[in-house]
């Protein structure tokens, strides 16, 4: 076995084997390790150390016309759910319950995609943060969003159905706000063409129901 500079804590250990090529794995003084030929890992996981990922900047850079790279380091992966509910500006809660049906989230980076299904449930009452004309938000997003200037994420709105006072032309539409664990609903489809509030009276209703998906970025 031919190793490069070894350190004096792993020159004892007899588990590395570089099959005859004496450069296969080398150690510099600063203890970083090079595999040359890739490397397999047959059991366990690799772990990586908080504030640390996978360097990618070796790899040849954006050429896309406009277009410049401002990361190049992977540093979190992360799979879960969360706990949306029907709320007002402030993330306060304007029922007494929210039924979820289903809400997961997968975080790769500082990217997040998270849905939800939920719905008012059967049985709820009003709290003292409901308006009926206040803007309706989904509250409970895993992590805020990014909070650099007008850095909205658009929603996709999969399903609706029981919203009171709502009908075809409106369609509804939704954002992230910036540095928020919320979502911001309004609807399309007025006369002016531009988007309109959606007021908790729309779901205030038993069975009032959403099926979204989002994408967006975080901070950190």
Wanted: aromatic share 10%; net charge negative; glycine share 10%.
């Amino acid at each position: 076995m031919a190793l490069t500079e070894i350190p004096k804590e792993l020159s004892s250990t007899p588990s590395i084997v570089d099959g005859g090529n004496a450069t296969a794995i080398t150690i510099s003084s600063a203890e970083l390790v090079t595999v040359a030929n890739g490397l397999t890992l047959t059991d366990g996981n690799v772990v990586v150390a908080a504030g640390h990922g996978i360097d990618f900047s070796a790899q040849t850079a954006t050429s896309a016309s406009g277009a410049s790279t401002t990361a190049e380091l992977l540093d979190h992966y992360e799979e879960g759910t969360w706990t949306p509910f029907w709320s007002d500006v402030s993330n306060n809660a304007i029922f007494s319950a929210t039924t979820v049906a289903s809400a997961r989230y997968t975080k790769i980076g500082r990217l997040v995609s998270a849905s939800c299904y939920i719905q008012t449930p059967s049985s709820f009452s009003t709290t003292s943060a409901y308006s009926a004309g206040g803007q309706i938000y989904v509250a409970g997003l895993p992590f805020a969003s990014s909070g650099s200037g007008s850095d909205y994420q658009a929603i996709t709105i999969g399903y609706h159905t029981n919203w009171q006072g709502f009908a075809p032309p409106k369609a509804p539409v939704g954002w992230t706000n910036t540095n928020a664990t919320n979502i911001v609903l309004y609807y399309s489809g007025g006369s002016t063409g531009t988007v309109t509030s959606l007021p908790h009276s729309t779901v205030n209703a038993a069975g009032a129901a959403i099926i979204l998906t989002v994408t967006y970025q975080t901070n950190s």
